[in-house]
């Protein structure tokens, strides 16, 4: 059975707002989605092969890198 997902509430300071819109472009995620996946990434110290959890790069360059 699927878990059923919770809305929450959250303040953020712009500049998070834009590396959060750039990741889930990048990465074809909704805002949503790319918050959890950084946040899971984030807890569980995961991430793709080769490929850092979350780095604020746009598909143009390199960004900084987030753990």
Same mark, same amino acid.
């Given at each position: ?30 805002? %949503? &989605?790319?918050? *959890?996946?950084?946040? !899971? ?14 780095? %604020? &790069?746009?598909? *143009?360059?390199?960004? !900084?890198?987030?753990?």
């Amino acid at each position: 059975m699927k878990k059923l997902k919770q809305k929450v509430s959250l303040t953020l300071d712009p500049d998070v707002i834009e590396q959060i819109r750039v990741f889930a472009y990048r990465e074809d995620l909704s805002f %949503s &989605g790319a918050v *959890n996946a950084i946040l !899971q990434a984030s807890m569980t110290g995961s991430a793709s092969p080769g490929k850092p959890p979350f780095s %604020s &790069g746009n598909r *143009n360059g390199p960004g !900084q890198t987030f753990p």
